[in-house]
């Protein structure tokens, strides 16, 4: 075994580990952008993690999007803020052209907005050239 085996090890981090990116702090306060991550080219985001810690009570209605400064819908785009407090998570399979940083933000749509409060993180994969999703 021995070499063998740390070489397959090491091949199966380099190429197949997941991370979970430090998780940032979304409060009804929050109107710019927030960057969740750097990441490298290649990389693949396989999903998002959001916990709603306090129902976000904007009037009208209550949006957080994940995306780049350019895009700031382009990989989630209006999640409900304003549901129950818990732990959501859903998928993005979005390998990643460039290096890229990724942001969130909260946009409330109507007024009065006086609580609420998010924690955000991304699943993701260094995965090498040429390995698909």
């Known amino acids: 075994m021995g070499d063998k085996q740390l070489h397959s090890q090491e091949a199966l981090i380099e190429n197949r580990a997941v991370f979970l990116s430090d998780f940032i702090t979304l409060t009804y306060a929050t109107h710019t952008q927030v960057l969740v991550a750097s990441l490298p080219k290649g990389a693949v985001i396989l999903g998002y993690c959001i916990e709603i810690v306090t129902a976000f009570d904007d ?6 999007d994940i995306g780049t400064v350019a895009l700031p819908h382009d990989y989630v785009n209006d999640f409900d803020g304003d549901g129950a407090a818990g732990i959501y998570r859903g998928n993005i399979n979005k390998r ?3 290096d890229t940083n990724v942001y969130c933000d909260y946009t409330p749509i109507g007024t009065g907005h006086t609580a609420g409060e998010a924690r955000i993180g991304l699943i993701w994969s260094p995965w090498a050239a040429g390995v698909g999703v």
């Open 96 to 98: 990643m052209a460039a």
């Open 59 to 64: 009037s009208t209605s209550n949006h957080i």
